[in-house]
C-alpha cells in the first residue's frame, strides 16, 4: 500500500491553461516537500511546507498543505511548456527521518 | 559549491553479479540516504546514513546494503543481482535528513540482464 497517493497519474494540458495535483494520505505528516524530475536527471526541490493550513507560492506554482497534514496540493497557473516532469511529492512523518514519496504526476504541457 | 555526485552513471550486469554504486555528498552534508526508482513502483526508500550509521531502512531484502565513510561517502551494494533490480538508484544528501532539503545526484542506471 503506497502511503502517499498522487493524482492525477498523468496530466497533458495546453500552454496556458491551469492545472492542479494532489497528494493525499491517511497519514499524517510533520512536513510535506514537492520536487520536479525531468528526465535522466535527480528530483529537484521545489518547496517545504511545515505547518497545517499553509500556502507557498512560487512564481506561478501555488503549494497547500492541508490542515490535518495529511494531504497537499500544488496549483500551476498559465502552464509553460518548461513546467513539464514529473512531480512527486514526500513526507516526512513526526520522529521519523525517513523521506516518503508519492506515486508521481506525470505532467506535459503542449506548445 | 559542488552537487551530488554518483558514479557510475551507466551500468549493466548480468544476473548473480553484485554491484557497487557510489555517492559523494555535498560537503558538510552528513545524511545520505539511497532510493530505487522504477516506473512501476515509482520512488522506493532503500536506507539512510548519518554520520558512518544506518539510522533508517526500507523494506528491501537483504541483498541491497550500503556504508558511509568518515568523509560522508556512500556505497550501496546489491549482490546476486536479479532482473527486477534494473531501476535508477538515486542518492540524496542532506545537513540534517528528512526534514532538511535533500539534493539529489543524478542518478545510476543499472541495468540486469
Known amino acids: 500500500t503506497q502511503l502517499l497517493e498522487q493524482s492525477p497519474q498523468f496530466l497533458s494540458i495546453q500552454e496556458g491553461e491551469n492545472l492542479t495535483v494532489y497528494c493525499n494520505s491517511s497519514?499524517?505528516?510533520?512536513?510535506l516537500q514537492w520536487y520536479r524530475q525531468e528526465p535522466g536527471e535527480g528530483p529537484v526541490l521545489l518547496v517545504t511546507?511545515?505547518?497545517?493550513?499553509e500556502v507557498k507560492k512560487l512564481k506561478r506554482l501555488t503549494f497547500q498543505f492541508g490542515d490535518a497534514r495529511k494531504d497537499s496540493s500544488l496549483h500551476i497557473t498559465a502552464a509553460q511548456p518548461g513546467d513539464t516532469g514529473l512531480y512527486l511529492c514526500?513526507?516526512?512523518?513526526?520522529?521519523?527521518?525517513?523521506?516518503?514519496f508519492g506515486t508521481g504526476t506525470r505532467l506535459t504541457i503542449i506548445p | 559549491k559542488a552537487g551530488v555526485t554518483q558514479t557510475p552513471r551507466y551500468l549493466i550486469k548480468t544476473r548473480g553479479q553484485q554491484v557497487t554504486l557510489s555517492c559523494s555528498p555535498i560537503?558538510?552534508?552528513?545524511?545520505v540516504s539511497w532510493y530505487q526508482q522504477t516506473p512501476g513502483q515509482g520512488l522506493q526508500f532503500l536506507f539512510e546514513?548519518?554520520?558512518?550509521?544506518?539510522?533508517n531502512k526500507g523494506n528491501f531484502p537483504g541483498r541491497f546494503s550500503g556504508r558511509q565513510f568518515s568523509n560522508s561517502r556512500s556505497e550501496m551494494n546489491v549482490s546476486t543481482l536479479e532482473l527486477g533490480d534494473s531501476a535508477l538508484y538515486l542518492c540524496?544528501?542532506?545537513?540534517?535528513?528528512?526534514?532538511?532539503?535533500?539534493?539529489f545526484g543524478q542518478g545510476t542506471r543499472l541495468t540486469v540482464v
Open positions: 540524496a544528501s542532506s545537513s540534517q535528513g528528512a526534514r532538511t532539503e535533500a539534493f
Open positions: 497519514s499524517v505528516f510533520s512536513s
Open positions: 511546507v511545515v505547518t497545517g493550513g
Open positions: 514526500a513526507g516526512a512523518r513526526f520522529g521519523n527521518e525517513k523521506l516518503t
Open positions: 560537503s558538510g552534508h552528513r545524511s
Open positions: 546514513y548519518f554520520s558512518e550509521t544506518q539510522r
